[in-house]
């Protein structure tokens, strides 16, 4: 049984989506509508409801992080040394702690908000008392954006760990990489760990399980650890040492007899010597593979040493090689004996173990006598298994031609075909697209029209047609050029000039600040262009046709004036009283636009999230004569 679920640890949304999801469901979940008739208590309970609310939304959801978040005190040694090193321990417990203190805090602002809604005296007030509650509390969580991402981070990655029992029985590889660590444990387990023929393709720590002696077992597979001191190692390396330094396991130092993994055997030794600190008290077994290359017995001198006295130290050297399988079960037996004998050892050695023997008795069966009983099988079961044996050759399958071509084989399924003719199997099979065959379609001089092509295109690149002839520019474009260079060099000046101004005073609307034509005229004349006979450019065509537009036109005559007021402006009259007769039609216009605008006056007391009663009192509800029984239509 798994000892940590941490897949079950709840999404951590980002700070827009807690602000997004909170607000929505406090929309949704209280009241919307101030009814005119509310008394001021029920307006401040109104209001209170919803500060109250959002701040028990913001302290669950915040809560339920708090708690699934494993706190790196109480899990095992093993999880929080693996978790400090792959997510640093301080910043973990940093973010978990923001998001405690943000928590804290948004209580003290809803409590503060609460105490101060009591003393509201409108229904403006109050309202405004919740606006800045509300704020404040997405504020404050705004300012958890960057510790939300983390943890976040944190949850997905800690789902895709693998599930460690640390108290189960484990086998732990380790060893430099690519000597055959993982190819190890896919041969003993159902795992199926990428394996590759280059360095730390194992990149964390993977599981296998398998069942030994009707016992289930774990199989650990550690990445490549490299012989440097403790502080120079990587992440990838700390998992490795992390498990050695926990997991209560056999381990099985893995070392490559051939020296294929880049390292040799000698460097494969200072590894073991340096991190055997790390095997006190398990049991210990050197696994040499890879012996379908390179045995043992095929070493130098010096190197058959190195296994000599290893083996001298009563730690166990088995040859093995995971391509031939050799040898690969008889460690597996030998290491889960070793940790079965080791584990009844350390229990036994426990104060424990004595209350549980005084209630066993084993009974040992004694012998009768000293005649052998070998075991019985009957004449006609043996007759059976002799008549199965046939001499004929085994058929070949494919996964033995594969092993005996190795890099050569190719699966070739054609050669299965059932055909009237056999020597049509590997004929080539036409590609058909939309009905026609596409080998119609290719032109068998492809690649030498190409090459022609191609000669073509040299020889033009040597006669120089692509080159750019700047050379030959006349002297008109040259002048044209350093004309635009001059105005260039200006229009710089021009921006450094307006940066240079004190802008902090009033500034003219570029609309208002009106360029005359011979300040223009006389500008560019200074910048090197030819400003004589303009009359039909464009900007001459522009100042004609705005000044006849501005012109004014011939007032027309009109009444004289009929009062003093009149007298005093000959200019129109204001809009509200042009086209009214008399006071009387005014007063009535006046009237009549009040009347107009107070639906929308109603309508704009509304807040924009404020749901809309269609019909405040449905017929179908209020009319008609009421049964005896409730009042209440609910």
């Given at each position: 049984?798994?000892?940590?679920?941490?897949?079950?640890?709840?999404?951590?949304p980002?700070?827009?989506?807690?602000?997004?999801?909170?607000?929505?469901?406090?929309?949704r979940?209280?009241?919307?509508?101030?009814?005119?008739?509310?008394?001021?208590?029920?307006?401040?309970?109104?209001?209170?409801?919803?500060?109250k609310?959002?701040?028990?939304?913001?302290?669950?959801?915040?809560?339920?992080?708090?708690?699934?978040?494993?706190?790196?005190?109480?899990?095992?040694p093993?999880?929080?040394?693996?978790?400090?090193?792959?997510?640093?321990k301080?910043?973990?417990?940093?973010?978990?702690?923001q998001?405690?203190?943000?928590?804290?805090?948004?209580?003290?602002?809803?409590?503060?908000y609460?105490?101060l809604?009591?003393?509201?005296?409108?229904?403006y007030?109050?309202k405004?008392?919740k606006?800045?509650?509300?704020?404040?509390m997405?504020t404050?969580?705004?300012?958890?954006?960057s510790?939300?991402e983390?943890?976040?981070?944190?949850?997905?990655?800690?789902?895709?760990?693998?599930?460690?029992?640390?108290?189960?029985?484990?086998?732990l590889?380790?060893?430099?990489?690519?000597?055959?660590?993982s190819?190890?444990?896919?041969?003993?387990?159902?795992?199926?760990?990428?394996?590759?023929?280059?360095?730390?393709?194992?990149?964390?720590?993977?599981?296998?399980?398998?069942?030994?002696?009707?016992?289930?077992?774990?199989?650990?597979?550690?990445?490549?650890?490299?012989d440097?001191?403790?502080?120079?190692?990587?992440?990838?390396?700390?998992?490795a040492?992390?498990?050695?330094?926990?997991l209560?396991?056999?381990?099985?130092?893995?070392?490559?007899?051939?020296?294929q993994?880049?390292?040799?055997?000698?460097e494969?030794?200072?590894?073991f010597?340096?991190?055997?600190?790390?095997?006190?008290n398990?049991?210990?077994?050197i696994?040499?593979?890879?012996?379908?290359?390179?045995?043992?017995?095929?070493?130098?001198?010096?190197?058959q040493?190195?296994?000599?006295?290893?083996?001298a130290?009563?730690?166990?050297?088995?040859?093995?090689?995971?391509?031939?399988?050799?040898?690969?079960m008889?460690?597996?037996?030998?290491?889960?004996?070793r940790?079965?004998?080791?584990r009844?050892?350390?229990k036994?050695k426990?104060?424990?173990v004595?209350d549980?023997?005084?209630?066993?008795?084993?009974?040992?069966?004694?012998?009768?006598?000293?005649?052998?009983?070998?075991?019985?099988?009957?004449?006609?079961?043996?007759m059976?298994?002799k008549?199965m044996?046939?001499?004929?050759?085994?058929?070949?399958?494919?996964r033995?031609?594969?092993?005996?071509?190795?890099?050569?084989?190719?699966?070739?399924?054609?050669k299965?075909?059932?055909?009237?003719?056999?020597?049509?199997?590997?004929?080539?099979?036409?590609?058909v697209w939309?009905?026609?065959n596409?080998a119609?379609?290719?032109?068998?001089?492809?690649?030498?029209?190409?090459?022609d092509?191609?000669?073509?295109?040299?020889?033009?690149?040597?006669?120089?047609?692509?080159?750019?002839d700047?050379?030959?520019?006349?002297?008109e474009?040259?002048?044209i050029?350093?004309?635009?260079k001059?105005?260039?060099?200006?229009?710089?000046?021009k921006?450094?000039?307006?940066?240079?101004?004190d802008i902090?005073?009033?500034?003219?609307?570029?609309?208002?600040?009106?360029?005359?034509?011979?300040m223009?005229?006389?500008?560019?004349?200074?910048?090197?262009?030819?400003?004589?006979n303009?009359?039909?450019?464009h900007?001459?065509?522009?100042?004609?046709?705005?000044?006849?537009?501005?012109?004014?036109?011939?007032r027309?005559a009109?009444?004289p004036?009929?009062s003093?007021?009149?007298s005093?402006?000959?200019?129109?009259?204001?809009?509200?009283?042009?086209?009214?007769?008399?006071p009387k039609?005014?007063?009535k216009?006046?009237?009549?636009?009040k009347?107009?605008?107070?639906?929308?006056?109603?309508?704009?007391?509304k807040?924009?999230?404020?749901?809309?009663?269609?019909?405040?009192?449905?017929?179908?509800?209020?009319?008609?004569?009421?049964?005896?029984?409730?009042?209440?239509?609910?």
């Open positions: 049984m798994a000892l940590y679920n941490f897949k079950k640890i709840m999404v951590v980002t700070a827009k989506e807690f602000i997004d999801i909170t607000l929505s469901k406090t929309q979940k209280t009241p919307t509508v101030v009814h005119k008739h509310y008394q001021i208590h029920r307006i401040r309970h109104f209001y209170m409801r919803k500060v609310f959002t701040q028990q939304n913001y302290h669950d959801r915040l809560t339920q992080i708090l708690t699934d978040f494993p706190k790196l005190d109480d899990i095992h093993f999880y929080a040394d693996l978790m400090n090193v792959l997510y640093d301080d910043h973990y417990k940093l973010a978990l702690g998001i405690n203190i943000a928590k804290n805090l948004i209580d003290n602002v809803a409590k503060d609460v105490r809604m009591k003393y509201g005296d409108s229904l007030r109050c405004q008392l606006r800045a509650a509300l704020g404040r997405c404050i969580l705004k300012r958890q954006k510790s939300l983390y943890l976040e981070q944190v949850r997905q990655h800690l789902s895709r760990l693998p599930t460690i029992d640390p108290n189960t029985r484990t086998l590889l380790c060893g430099y990489p690519n000597v055959g660590k190819s190890f444990i896919n041969k003993v387990t159902r795992a199926d760990v990428d394996v590759q023929p280059y360095a730390f393709t194992t990149k964390s720590l993977f599981v296998g399980h398998m069942d030994y002696r009707y016992l289930r077992w774990q199989v650990v597979d550690t990445p490549g650890i490299l440097h001191p403790l502080e120079d190692r990587n992440t990838i390396e700390m998992q040492i992390t498990a050695l330094a926990h209560r396991a056999a381990v099985l130092y893995v070392m490559d007899t051939s020296e993994c880049g390292h040799t055997l000698q494969q030794l200072e590894l010597n340096n991190i055997r600190p790390l095997f006190a398990k049991p210990l077994i696994v040499a593979n890879k012996c379908d290359v390179k045995k043992i017995s095929e070493l130098t001198e010096e190197n040493k190195i296994f000599a006295d290893i083996a130290e009563e730690i166990p050297v088995i040859e093995t090689s995971t391509l031939t399988e050799e040898g690969v008889q460690v597996k037996n030998e290491a889960c004996d940790l079965l004998s080791h009844v050892d350390n036994m426990s104060k424990k004595h549980v023997l005084n209630r066993l008795h084993l009974a040992m069966p004694t012998k009768r006598d000293e005649k052998t009983r070998p075991p019985f099988i009957p004449e006609g079961a043996m059976r298994k008549a044996e046939v001499d004929a050759p085994k058929r070949k399958l494919e033995d031609l594969e092993v005996e071509l190795g890099d050569d084989y190719i699966l070739d399924l054609q299965y075909w059932d055909l009237m003719n056999e020597d049509e199997k590997h004929d080539k099979i036409p590609e939309e009905g026609h596409i119609d379609y290719i032109d068998p001089a492809i690649m030498k029209k190409l090459e092509l191609e000669k073509e295109e040299e020889l033009k690149e040597r006669a120089g047609e692509y080159d750019s700047e050379d030959s520019e006349d002297e474009m040259q002048e050029r350093v004309l635009a001059q105005i260039r060099e200006k229009k710089q000046l921006v450094m000039e307006s940066k240079e101004k902090h005073g009033p500034r003219m609307p570029r609309t208002a600040t009106r360029v005359e034509r011979k223009l005229e006389k500008e560019m004349g200074e910048l090197g262009l030819d400003m004589d303009k009359e039909e450019s900007y001459a065509q522009q100042a004609r046709r705005s000044r006849s537009i501005t012109k004014k036109r011939k027309e009109s009444a004036p009929t003093k007021v009149r005093q402006s000959a200019s129109r009259p204001p809009r509200d009283q042009s086209g009214l007769r008399d039609m005014a007063k216009a006046k009237r009549m636009m009347n107009s605008q107070k639906g929308m006056n109603r309508q704009g007391k807040g924009e999230a404020d749901r809309h009663v269609f019909d405040l009192k449905p017929k179908h509800l209020l009319a008609g004569k009421r049964k005896s029984g409730t009042n209440d239509r609910r």
